[in-house]
């Protein structure tokens, strides 16, 4: 299993920020790689992610949502 974690301070309210990171379909507005991005809805455990990217070659990667807590945490 691949384990990925990444942090960043954001200068905006944290329902603002959530809202923003926490809908795939603007995945590819902040990670520069990622092509295109489908996924079922609604979102929350069990929901099922499928990225094309471009990192180290062009690939096709499909996850799901294990850990979803509104303005918390969201995994896959």
């Known amino acids: 299993m691949i ?11 944290v329902d603002k920020v959530w809202e923003f990171v926490s ?8 990670s520069a ?5 489908e996924f079922t809805r ?5 929901s099922v992610i499928t990225v094309t990217t ?7 990667i499909k996850g799901t949502i294990t850990d979803w807590e509104p303005r918390h945490k969201f995994a896959m």
């Open 3 to 13: 384990r990925s974690e990444i942090s960043t301070v954001i200068d905006a309210p």
């Open 23 to 30: 809908d795939p379909g603007n995945m590819n507005q902040w």
């Open 33 to 37: 790689q990622d092509s295109k991005v």
């Open 42 to 46: 609604p979102i929350g455990v069990g």
């Open 54 to 60: 471009h990192l180290i070659g062009k690939r096709t």
